[in-house]
């Protein structure tokens, strides 16, 4: 079965200062993942996707992730945080079943501080 | 916007009344879904659809009813809820790729529902 564990349920950081959010994941296959970013009251936004291509994945707003397969690890990155990126963030695993099924991790709230 | 809309935003609802959540997609997808967001809890899946016919089912309780009329919209109709079912409904759409599996989902901004 597929699962994702996000290690930190919460990350404060510094304007300006880089970001790091971990995400391990269990898999039978190769995997599909995804970093989603959901703001106060609003819905899931899609930051970026890995489906066997490339390992390093870019995605919206300066996000990039990095696809291990020996470490099973999908860890989200920024460079440098705005104060904008203060969010919750999925780390999702898509099932084994063709309905597409999402399996999400717990979440990690990320809070930048000015 | 991603394409998905969820009507009403917010919803307060008594033990005893009757509701129901409504989805709209214009992207094409045919298959749907509903998520359910609680406190302190990963989302859950409730509900999957694809091609209008119900494909999984987690284990709802029956006070949730989904109906699927057609690949655009999705409804999940509420009765007899409990406060413990107020949570941020979530709606979501994907498509597969010429044969391939489904690959993102996209999300509506969802349903914050209260049951008092």
């Known amino acids: 079965a597929q699962s994702v564990t996000q290690l930190d349920s919460h990350v404060s950081v510094s304007e300006g200062t880089p970001v790091l959010l971990r995400c391990n994941y269990s898999?039978?296959?190769?995997?599909?993942l995804f970093w989603y970013v959901q703001h106060p009251n609003k819905g899931l936004q899609l930051l970026l996707k890995?489906?066997?291509?490339?390992?390093l994945v870019k995605g919206i707003n300066g996000f990039e992730a990095e696809f291990k397969k020996s470490e099973t690890s999908f860890h989200l990155t920024k460079p440098s945080a705005h104060m904008s990126d203060a969010a919750e963030y999925f780390c999702v695993v898509r099932g084994s079943s063709n309905t597409g099924k999402l399996i999400f991790g717990q979440g990690t709230t990320l809070q930048v501080k000015p | 916007e991603t394409g998905v809309t969820q009507t009403p935003r917010h919803l307060v609802m008594g033990m005893t009344n009757k509701k129901s959540l409504k989805c709209e997609q214009h992207l094409g997808h045919n298959a749907m879904y509903w998520y359910k967001q609680s406190a302190k809890k990963p989302l859950e899946l409730m509900f999957v659809?694809?091609?209008?016919?119900?494909?999984e089912n987690n284990s709802v309780p029956s006070r949730f009813s989904p109906e699927c009329p057609n690949s655009s919209h999705l409804f999940l109709h509420l009765h007899t809820l409990q406060p413990e079912d107020s949570a941020l409904y979530l709606c979501?759409?994907?498509?597969?790729?010429?044969?391939?599996?489904?690959?993102?989902?996209?999300f509506g901004q969802g349903t914050r529902l209260t049951v008092v």
């Open positions: 979501a759409s994907s498509q597969p790729s010429l044969g391939q599996r489904p690959t993102e989902a996209f």
């Open positions: 659809y694809s091609l209008e016919e119900r494909v």
């Open positions: 898999s039978s296959y190769s995997p599909s």
């Open positions: 890995y489906t066997s291509a490339a390992t």
